[in-house]
């Protein structure tokens, strides 16, 4: 157990280069590179893959899905909309079939630079994506993008089989985002977050009172390329690399912040459990921050009232914490 208040500047033991995961960014790149190829391919298949508004026409700004059109089998996409607030009812199943023929997010919303919630107040409520786990790379169970702000409040499950498929993830805000998970995410394979956040103008705030599990090399919790200030909060339980004995899951850290503009927050409160198995798999990792208006390194926090505890070589028992300065 332990307590670090305002740390700056702190050494820590961190993967080596060869050992980093592949980033959202990463994979950005990795999707434009391939978009020609993969928009030729589709129009080969069936058009139904690539289906929006199952859910009614999204004008009046709020759209609800409910179960009577169970299973979503060709997920739920909102594309391109103004303000949107979008929610699934109690009892709704968003069962795609990824890799046939190209990745399917269960739910996807991309905006015109507009507000866009994501709502799901029920335990009954369930995303899980299938199919060939080679080919269902970036199927992720919820996916928002270029929005003003984005907040998701989930309450339901969420499992997702493919490579780099994030069980929640937010990809490029105007303004604020925020996460607040009371349910369920799995993920099975390799660089598949539970939860992951990128390129965040305004404030970030992620809070877990339910579960994060993820089996194979994959954070918990990813915040990477943020300008406001990062506030992390765990009252529930977070596992990463779980499959170890089957897939050694390196640098699979429980909560990881990296490359951020401002104050940095990150809190295990009592009740909540970080567990992370595999080499390099400490169970809060934060690194490069930014510096303040006035050139003063932004300040650090970690709270840790819960318990950590790590598996494998080099894994910190309790916090890794480094920050340094990388943008004024």
């Not at 589709?42 to 169970?70: H, M």
């Not at 015109?112 to 790379?137: F, K, M, Q, R």
């Not at 970690?302 to 494998?312: A, K, P, R």
């Amino acid at each position: 157990m332990e307590r670090r208040d305002k740390t700056r500047n702190s050494a820590c033991i961190l993967p080596s280069a060869g050992a980093r995961q592949m980033t959202p960014r990463h994979r950005r790149r990795w999707l434009l590179a391939t978009t020609a190829i993969a928009l030729a391919g589709s129009l080969a298949f069936s058009s139904s893959a690539w289906t929006s508004n199952e859910c009614g026409d999204a004008s009046s700004g709020s759209v609800t899905c409910t179960a009577a059109n169970n299973p979503y089998s060709d997920g739920i996409a909102y594309d391109l909309v103004n303000d949107l607030t979008l929610i699934l009812a109690p009892g709704v199943t968003v069962t795609p079939v990824s890799g046939t023929p190209s990745s399917i997010s269960g739910v996807s919303v991309s905006s015109n630079g507009y507000d866009i919630e994501v709502l799901s107040l029920d335990t009954t409520t369930y995303i899980s994506i299938s199919g060939d786990p080679t080919t269902g790379d970036n199927a992720d169970g919820i996916y928002i993008s270029d929005a003003a702000s984005a907040t998701v409040e989930w309450a339901g499950s969420i499992a997702t089989d493919g490579r780099a498929a994030y069980g929640l993830y937010i990809y490029g805000t105007a303004g604020n985002a925020t996460v607040d998970v009371s349910g369920t995410i799995v993920t099975k394979r390799v660089y598949s977050s539970g939860i992951a956040v990128q390129e965040v103008a305004g404030d970030t705030a992620v809070g877990v009172s339910g579960s994060i599990t993820t089996y194979d090399r994959s954070y918990g919790v990813f915040i990477l390329d943020t300008y406001g200030t990062v506030l992390v909060s765990v009252s529930g339980d977070i596992i990463t690399g779980k499959n170890f004995a089957l897939a050694p899951a390196r640098g699979s850290a429980g909560i990881e912040i990296d490359d951020t503009s401002s104050s940095v927050v990150a809190t295990l409160d009592s009740g909540g459990t970080i567990t992370t198995y595999g080499a390099s798999a400490y169970g809060i990792g934060i690194r490069r921050t930014g510096v303040a208006s006035d050139g003063d390194t932004d300040y650090i926090t970690v709270d840790v009232s819960g318990d950590i505890t790590t598996h494998g070589d080099t894994s910190p028992a309790s916090t890794c914490v480094r920050a340094s300065a990388m943008r004024s």
